[in-house]
C-alpha cells in the first residue's frame, strides 16, 4: 500500500481486469498473455508487482528453456478476485475494460462515498488531485447506475455525489478488498 495507506493497487487502472483474468485461468498465466489487457510490457509489470506487494498475487519466474514470469492468484487473491467478479456482474455491460471498476481512483472514490448520504467534489478533491481522472470516473459510475451527481441550480455551490443502491453494494465490496489488503499489509 502507498499514500498513507489509502490507495492500493486496486486504486489502478487495470486492476480489476487483471483479476478477472487471472481468476478465469486454470492455473498461473505468463506474463506476455497478459499483455492484452495493459497494451504496455512495462505497465503491466508494475500492475503486477503491485499486486504481489499488496497479497494479491504471486509471481515465479521460471526458465524452461526461455525465462518465462508466471502469474497466479493466492488465497486472498482469489477471495479479491470473488469480490471484483461480483461487482463486475451488478454492473451492466459486458467488457469489463469499459467498466468503472477498471477505472484509475474507482476505489477510493467509492470507499470515500460509502457510508455518506452525499459527498461535495472539493471533499474528493482533498484526497485525490486529480480532477480529471475523478470527474471522469465520477461520469461512468453515474451512466451505470452507481452515484447519483446533484448540482446545484442557483449561485456558487459545490457539486454533490451520492451512492445508488448498486453504488453501496460496489463500494462494501471495494471496502472489503480495502480491508484484505490492509489486513496483510497491517
Same mark, same amino acid.
Given at each position: 500500500m502507498r499514500e498513507g495507506e489509502f490507495f492500493t493497487v486496486m486504486s489502478d487502472r487495470h486492476t480489476a481486469a487483471l483479476i478477472l483474468a487471472l481468476y478465469d485461468a486454470d492455473g498461473p498465466i505468463v506474463m506476455k498473455d497478459l499483455q492484452k489487457i495493459t497494451n504496455h510490457t512495462q505497465t503491466l509489470r508494475q500492475r503486477l508487482d503491485r499486486m504481489e506487494e499488496d497479497g494479491i498475487v504471486d509471481i515465479q519466474i521460471t526458465y524452461e528453456p526461455h525465462k518465462f514470469v508466471k502469474v497466479s492468484l493466492n488465497d486472498t487473491g482469489k477471495e479479491i478476485a470473488l469480490l471484483v467478479s461480483m461487482m463486475n456482474s451488478i454492473i451492466p455491460g459486458d467488457d469489463i475494460e469499459e467498466k468503472s471498476i477498471n477505472m484509475r481512483y474507482a476505489d477510493p472514490i467509492m470507499r470515500i462515498l460509502r457510508g455518506k448520504e452525499y459527498v461535495v467534489q472539493k471533499d474528493i478533491k482533498a484526497?485525490?488531485?486529480?480532477?480529471?481522472? %475523478?470527474?471522469?470516473? =465520477?461520469k461512468r459510475m453515474e451512466s451505470e447506475g452507481l452515484v447519483t451527481i446533484s448540482e446545484p441550480d442557483e449561485g456558487y455551490?459545490? %457539486?454533490?455525489?451520492? =451512492?445508488?443502491?448498486?453504488g453501496k453494494q460496489v463500494a462494501d465490496a471495494f471496502e472489503s478488498i480495502y480491508r484484505k489488503i490492509a489486513g496483510r499489509n497491517g
Amino acid at each position: 500500500m502507498r499514500e498513507g495507506e489509502f490507495f492500493t493497487v486496486m486504486s489502478d487502472r487495470h486492476t480489476a481486469a487483471l483479476i478477472l483474468a487471472l481468476y478465469d485461468a486454470d492455473g498461473p498465466i505468463v506474463m506476455k498473455d497478459l499483455q492484452k489487457i495493459t497494451n504496455h510490457t512495462q505497465t503491466l509489470r508494475q500492475r503486477l508487482d503491485r499486486m504481489e506487494e499488496d497479497g494479491i498475487v504471486d509471481i515465479q519466474i521460471t526458465y524452461e528453456p526461455h525465462k518465462f514470469v508466471k502469474v497466479s492468484l493466492n488465497d486472498t487473491g482469489k477471495e479479491i478476485a470473488l469480490l471484483v467478479s461480483m461487482m463486475n456482474s451488478i454492473i451492466p455491460g459486458d467488457d469489463i475494460e469499459e467498466k468503472s471498476i477498471n477505472m484509475r481512483y474507482a476505489d477510493p472514490i467509492m470507499r470515500i462515498l460509502r457510508g455518506k448520504e452525499y459527498v461535495v467534489q472539493k471533499d474528493i478533491k482533498a484526497v485525490m488531485p486529480y480532477y480529471e481522472s %475523478i470527474t471522469k470516473a =465520477l461520469k461512468r459510475m453515474e451512466s451505470e447506475g452507481l452515484v447519483t451527481i446533484s448540482e446545484p441550480d442557483e449561485g456558487y455551490r459545490e %457539486i454533490r455525489y451520492s =451512492l445508488t443502491s448498486r453504488g453501496k453494494q460496489v463500494a462494501d465490496a471495494f471496502e472489503s478488498i480495502y480491508r484484505k489488503i490492509a489486513g496483510r499489509n497491517g
